[in-house]
């Protein structure tokens, strides 16, 4: 939009030509869980558990077998780390959400 306005400015049109879609159908942030494990696997019966503690072994498994100095690896594995104990919240609440279908924390 900034080389548009650079460019000449822009001009409100009489009439509205685009509208952006903002139903289930379009955003996947609006899917319930379930929705979005049927996106990838049809037949699936319950939604895929552990997504958070997934999502952070990956960023330690990704950190791990870099062929990168010694001091920027430990740079990066402190940081996946450090983010993990950040979310350490998130991960708990995961994880007694697997345990326990429909249990959340008491906080």
């Given amino acids: 939009?900034?080389?548009?306005?650079?460019i000449g400015g822009f001009r409100l049109l009489p009439e509205v030509l685009l509208t952006r879609r903002a139903d289930r159908e379009s955003w996947t942030?609006?899917?319930?869980?379930?929705?979005l494990e049927r996106m990838f696997a049809s037949d699936a019966t319950r939604p895929r558990g552990l997504l958070r503690v997934r999502r952070h072994t990956e960023y330690v498994?990704?950190?791990?077998p870099g062929a990168v100095?010694?001091?920027?690896?430990l740079h990066g594995a402190?940081?996946?780390?450090?983010?993990?104990?950040?979310?350490?919240?998130?991960l708990w609440e995961d994880i007694v959400s697997f345990v326990r279908p429909g249990g959340s924390v008491m906080r």
């Avoid at 940081?79 to 350490?88: D, E, G, K, N």
């Fill in 78 to 90: 402190s940081f996946t780390v450090r983010h993990a104990l950040w979310s350490r919240r998130d």
């Fill in 1 to 6: 939009m900034a080389v548009m306005a650079l």
């Fill in 29 to 35: 942030a609006r899917r319930t869980p379930l929705e």
């Fill in 61 to 64: 498994r990704s950190a791990l």
């Fill in 69 to 73: 100095p010694l001091d920027e690896w």
